[in-house]
T-cell receptor
Framework: DAGVIQSPRHEVTEMGQEVTLRCKPI?????LFWYRQTMMRGLELLIY????????DSGMPEDRFSAKMPNASFSTLKIQPSEPRDSAVYFC????????????????FGDGTRLSIL | SQQGEEDPQALSIQEGENATMNCSYK?????LQWYRQNSGRGLVHLIL?????REKHSGRLRVTLDTSKKSSSLLITASRAADTASYFC????????????FGTGTRLTVIP
């Protein structure tokens, strides 16, 4: 079975440019999570969706960040304009809502997008 | 913050030895999960232990949970060089939410 697929794997761009990260969750999963990982701050949850609806976006650093999930098989995380401090590895993860809210099914992670803003 | 903290931050052992990593957290949980991350890859789920369980095994992994002390441990027995990775604990957010809070991780190096 295909796992969570993220693209691109690496992105290098100049400050001020728009960056779009993409994620395809595992088929049948109905929760999707976006994380950011840095050495200084560890793994931070940015936003998550249940059944394509954003549930908690309190981790989104600022208005430059936005995320969408137009359907069950695709999500994007956009940064506009990008800044050097946005450099990090961005992970997407998906899980099932089986067992209802609070049951915390295991999350399945993609291999991330390594983003470098110059 | 609910974020867990792993201890130690880094651990280096010889192949064949056992590795023990600890996790402490701050608020009540429904369950606790352990994940592994190889360099340059995403996290991989290892094991989930529910708040009413005290110990759980999976292959060479043994997880314990002490809710009174708000702590968990992950034991890897008979370690192999391939176990070299970072290990994270994750706790649920409570209140019916299905997001997780990840700890800071333990970097395990197994020397062949």
């Amino acid at each position: 079975d295909a796992g969570v697929i993220q693209s691109p794997r690496h992105e290098v761009t100049e400050m001020g440019q728009e960056v779009t990260l993409r994620c395809k969750p595992i088929s049948g999963h109905n929760s999707l999570f976006w994380y950011r990982q840095t050495m200084m701050r560890g793994l931070e949850l940015l936003i998550y969706f249940n059944n394509n609806v954003p549930i908690d976006d309190s981790g989104m650093p600022e208005d430059r960040f936005s995320a969408k999930m137009p359907n069950a098989s695709f999500s994007t995380l956009k940064i506009q304009p990008s800044e050097p401090r946005d450099s990090a590895v961005y992970f997407c993860a998906s899980s099932s809502l089986m067992g209802g809210r609070g049951s915390n099914q295991p999350q399945h992670f993609g291999d991330g997008t390594r983003l470098s803003i110059l | 913050s609910q974020q867990g903290e792993e201890d130690p931050q880094a651990l280096s052992i010889q192949e064949g030895e056992n590795a023990t990593m600890n996790c402490s957290y701050k608020t009540s949980i429904n369950n606790l999960q352990w994940y592994r991350q190889n360099s340059g890859r995403g996290l991989v789920h290892l094991i989930l232990i529910r708040s009413n369980e005290r110990e759980k095994h999976s292959g060479r992994l043994r997880v314990t949970l002490d809710t009174s002390k708000k702590s968990s441990s992950l034991l890897i027995t008979a370690s192999r060089a391939a176990d070299t990775a970072s290990y994270f604990c994750a706790t649920d957010a409570g209140g019916g939410a299905n997001n997780l809070f990840f700890g800071t991780g333990t970097r395990l190096t197994v020397i062949p």
